[in-house]
């Protein structure tokens, strides 16, 4: 399912956010952004993967403890990477138990038994009544447990273990990267007026009716937009985790090493010669130290989307895309910033600067995060 097929539902999500922060600029108290970056995409996530919304964009101050749980829980993985084992035992464990061990592990223990209940249902529902459901399809747009259903997988990838997996990638690594992104790039925006600026310039001459948001198929064309993005995903270098892959047998050349594969003696009975077998070459790296290359990209931590701009005057644009691979290709919406007026509050480079590598890159603990004041209210 591509991005535009659901655009409609996440302008409706925008939307809700647009009016909920606008409602700050009555009080002038200040919002932490990456608290509704996460009521944001989590409520996408959640009606594209489920058909329903969790609705934390409507609660009061976006409900916090959604995002203390998933950065809790995305910090335990350093653990679990070290330690594979751990979330089979933790399991055998009763929770009161398994929190004292850890409380992040503890939520995604518990949250991915009662996922795992919800995408059983949904499995047992698609199976016994396709037939039954088809008429209520109509009126609806399926959501990714349906699609995923329904399509020609083979029947391994349809198990309930395999798409509650497929979920829960969605909700923690999709609303933390999403939420950080979003914060982060807003950062950046408030905190160079001149690029802020320009953008809206150029955001404006596209919509000039601010009720009537442009489509992604047009704004995605829109070129200092698109830098904006670009050097946002760049310099927020998100991805701390390694990238794994695997050399299948075979001889690696970097610069002037040369990795040869592995071997391990291999004997067919307790009467044969031993024989050499070639092992495979595990590798990885992460994208965060390739992005703040200085080699590759001058001056690094600058927020720079004239860089993207340059390159493409000069047609070097495919020379940067090779060093540039973000958490995944794509875009995010920050059509918000159209709509809105906001000014940054006690936010710092510091809040913003990936030190903890937590699976996802974290700023320090005691950054109280993107902060801001909502100067203007939304108009209907």
């Given amino acids: 399912m591509s991005i535009t097929t659901i655009e409609p539902l996440i302008q409706e ?5 647009c009016l909920a922060l606008s409602r700050y600029a009555e009080t002038q108290e200040p919002i932490e952004l990456g608290l509704a970056y996460m009521a944001l995409t989590l409520d996408i996530i959640s009606h594209y993967a489920f058909g329903a919304s969790y609705g934390l ?34 399991k055998r464990l009763p929770h009161p138990v398994t929190e004292v061990v850890d409380k992040g592990l503890a939520f995604y ?33 399926k959501n990714i447990f349906e699609e995923l259903i329904d399509s020609n997988l083979p029947p391994a990838e ?25 914060s982060q790039i807003s950062y950046h925006l408030l905190a160079n ?5 320009r953008l809206k310039a150029e955001l404006y001459q596209a919509m000039p009716d601010a ?20 050097e946002g995903l760049r310099v927020n270098a998100i991805a701390t985790s390694r990238s794994v892959r695997v050399a299948r047998k075979e001889t690696l050349h970097y610069k002037d090493w040369v ?21 495979d070459t595990p590798v990885g790296m992460n994208t965060h130290f390739m992005h703040l290359n200085p080699e590759l990209f001058p001056n690094p931590n600058k927020f720079d989307p004239e ?44 809040d913003v600067t990936i030190v903890c590598d937590a699976f996802i890159g974290h700023p320090k603990r005691e950054s109280k995060g993107v902060r801001v004041r909502v100067l203007s209210r939304l108009q209907k």
């Fill in 13 to 17: 999500k925008i939307d809700k956010l």
């Fill in 57 to 90: 964009v409507d609660q009061p101050g976006f409900s916090p403890l959604w995002k203390d749980v998933i950065s809790m829980t995305m910090e335990s993985f350093a653990l679990v990477r070290n330690l594979p084992w751990l979330p089979q035992l933790l």
């Fill in 109 to 141: 223990l518990k949250m991915e038994r009662e996922m795992r209940v919800e995408v059983a249902k949904m499995v047992g529902n698609r199976s016994k009544g396709a037939s039954e459901n088809s008429a209520s399809l109509k009126d609806r747009r």
């Fill in 158 to 182: 349809k198990t309930v273990d395999r798409l509650n997996e497929e979920g829960f990638a969605l909700i923690l690594a999709g609303g933390d990267t999403s939420s950080q992104t979003l």
């Fill in 193 to 197: 007026p001149d690029i802020l600026r």
């Fill in 211 to 230: 009720t009537m948001p442009a489509r992604w198929a047009e704004l995605e064309k829109l070129p200092f937009l698109r830098a904006c993005i670009t």
């Fill in 259 to 279: 990795i040869e594969p592995g071997v391990r003696r291999s004997f067919l009975s307790p009467y044969q010669l031993a024989r050499l077998v070639a092992l």
């Fill in 307 to 350: 860089r993207w701009l340059r390159a493409e005057a000069a047609g070097e644009t495919k020379k940067l895309e090779k060093y540039f691979n973000p958490f995944g290709k794509g875009s995010r919406n920050c059509i918000g910033l159209k709509r809105l007026e906001l000014e940054l509050f006690e936010t710092t480079r510091d």
